[in-house]
């Protein structure tokens, strides 16, 4: 059989694809919308919707009739939980007796397996699934490219198209905080700060209150990255949308929405008609690999006697060989994670012989945020970022035009620089929307005088946060001052 052909491929002309996705699929909850008639984890009832009439197919339905995967090989059961959607019927009769000695199970594993058994080692995990050969995939009109690891798609060409500059209004009424304000802010700063004396702020007398504002231009701009990679899963007899339902539409063609602008999201889907069931690569179509315990001999030294069968015991004054209670004299036991058929499930397929190899398309959405504060006095430019100030200007617009009309040129200087950047700086990014905004943080500097010392304390932003690193009462008891 050529394994680059999809199995499910061939008549096409016959088939009766109830269940192709239609797309453009909408992901209401960010997530990929279940295909119809999908049921994860249910195991296969040997019909399948979308499955062919039973007899046609020349190729290989989930039954164990995979070549290389001859039927009646395994009578044994797999280790108990090991087979979460439930193995392909008919494959595993019987599980592994419990409890009987490691003579009563004979190891089926036939491949590599070293001459002497192997320390046991109860943690001992299996080597995670390798990816299949990418020669094994099958050529998909538009996606030639794609490889197991996902690599960035370049977006969609931008057609800059000629906007007219925005109306915009002007900008007055600068916010202030008050004298009272002012006392009131230190205060419950001086409140905060539990080691803090309060009498400085309550008798200081003002100096001088001087008022001015801190400026906070944001720019977002909103992208949406694509990348596509193979990837597969077990074939438990899900619908398969392969080539035979139509072309592959392009990574851009494929409709996703954010639920929310401006926010980081990521959404997985499956590449319409871009599905093939393939037999397992990791197993080869056999369903089960070699136990990485025991190494396939389904027994393991034991651990108690380090496989010599008896120990020496110290007794009467003498030295005498005892038999090992743990493995009953006979220096091996029966390896507890394949109880002893020296295979287990297959990691990659779990048990059902083939995979679902499909493109998945990963859509990413980030929200790139740039700020420049304009703050001239000594309060650090920083604290003003996350404080509540009035906001003077904001705009929504594919593509926003730099600010020019602000009160403060260094803004609209910082916004014509910022929006230039943006423009440019995320080429393997389709730019779905931009906004900005200005905010006007009121900054008060009160300059006191208490008792012989003056000094000065900030104010700023609506929340009336407190900048005073030189507060005149920082011990608990006033001591440093009084
Ligand atoms: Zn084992
Ligand atoms: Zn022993
Ligand atoms: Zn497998």
Known sequence: ??????????NSGNMNYNSAPQYPVQYPGGQPAPQQGGYPGAPPQGQYPGAPPQGQYAGAPPQGQYPGAPQGQYPGAPPQGQNPGGPP?????????????????????????PDQDVDDNPNAVPSAPSAPPLEKMDTVPGYQDTGFAGAMLPPPSYEEATRPPPQRDEISNLPRIGEEEARQALLAFVAENCCYGKSAA????????????????????????RCTSWTFTPYSGQPIDGPQNGQAPGPWDIQAQPTKLFEDQKVEVEVPHTASVKPCHNCMAMGRIRCHRCHGRGRVRCSSCSGRGHKTVYRNGEYEQERCTWCHGDGRRRCMTCHGMGMITCVCCQG????????KLTITWTNHLQDHIVERTALPDHLVRNVQGQVAFQEQQFRVWPINHFPDAEINNASQSIVQQHASAFPSEKLLMQRHQVRIIPVLQALYKWKDTESDFYVYGFDRKVYAPNYPQQCCCGCSIL
């Open 202 to 225: 309550e008798n200081l007398k003002f100096r001088d209150l001087l008022h001015s504002s801190a400026f906070h231009y944001t720019l977002e701009t909103y992208g949406e990255g």
């Open 352 to 359: 059902y012989c083939s995979l679902k190899c499909f493109i």
């Open 1 to 10: 059989m050529d394994e680059k052909k999809p199995i499910m491929a061939s």
């Open 89 to 113: 019927q008919g494959q595993y009769q019987g599980g592994p007796p419990q409890g009987v000695g490691p003579e009563s199970v004979q190891p089926q594993w036939q491949g590599e397996m």
